[in-house]
């Protein structure tokens, strides 16, 4: 599993003394901003690492309303490569300048990455002449093309599928410090840790795959040694449930533009 930078740990040291200097605690109760970042950004999971760069560029925005904060960020990893999170929770700011800022968060998360350009659907091509004919029998399909078809119906879902990951934030640490350049506009570093429940399109469309086997298998009959066969060529597996939670981390300085009271 990869180490969360240390830069994260700097900035909680950052907050903790920021926490500790004789100024007052704030929490607006209207705030707005809109901002750009650069941005590193990385994770547990293997979806992080289908991006094909860890650093990018990103925007964020952001509202604060009564004490809650939403925010909304856009990071570009790379070419049709996004990562988006919608954030809701609590923060507080300690001091002007510079403002530090801690706050505890929860929210979705969604990947999106460019459509496969390979080859889709099932192709039975791979069995040997005896597996084939002995799933053609078991199933009373009359040839090849009509037993693809049946694992074929949702091909074009399972194309948009493969493309997506998303899960939930069940907690996200944010901590940061900012100075005013103007009286609206701040320059600043921020650090995220978030722990996740994450899944991948295909991961989703591959247990969706080997849920339809399993019911294939027991509709007719077909011997063990097949069905494994048969989820090999179709790409079915369940889904690893113990794998689906880690943590994301990302470092990112921002240039903020922000109206309120915070």
Request: hydrophobic share 45%; proline share 4%; net charge negative.
């Amino acid at each position: 599993m990869k180490r969360v930078p240390s830069v994260v740990f700097a900035l909680c040291v950052i907050a903790l003394l920021g926490w500790l200097r004789p100024s007052p605690v704030q929490a607006g109760a209207f705030a707005v901003w809109v901002g750009g970042r650069g941005d590193y950004f990385s994770g547990s999971s293997d979806l992080f690492t289908e991006f094909d760069n860890s650093f990018g560029g990103a925007l964020e925005a952001g509202l604060e309303l009564f004490y809650v904060t939403t925010f909304l960020e856009a990071v570009m990893l790379g070419q049709d490569q996004f990562l988006f999170t919608l954030d809701a929770g609590v923060d507080l700011d300690f001091g002007e300048k510079p403002r530090f800022m801690v706050g505890l968060y929860t929210g979705p998360i969604l990947f999106l990455f460019p459509e496969s350009t390979g080859p889709t659907g099932v192709d039975f091509s791979s069995l040997s002449s005896n597996e084939l004919q002995a799933l053609l029998t078991a199933t009373g399909t009359s040839d090849r093309a009509e037993l693809e078809q049946q694992f074929n119906t949702y091909v074009e879902e399972e194309e948009e599928l493969g493309s997506l990951g998303f899960g939930w934030n069940l907690a996200r640490l944010r901590l940061s410090v900012d100075f005013p350049l103007v009286k609206t506009l701040y320059l600043g570093i921020a650090g995220q840790v978030g722990y996740h429940m994450l899944i991948s399109g295909e991961d989703v469309a591959a247990g969706a795959k080997n849920q339809v086997v399993d019911h294939y298998a027991e509709q007719y009959d077909i011997p063990a040694a097949l069905v494994d066969r048969l989820r090999e060529v179709v790409g079915a597996r369940p889904v690893d449930r113990e794998h689906l939670d880690g943590f994301n981390w990302d470092v990112n300085l921002y240039l903020r533009l922000e109206f309120g009271s915070r």
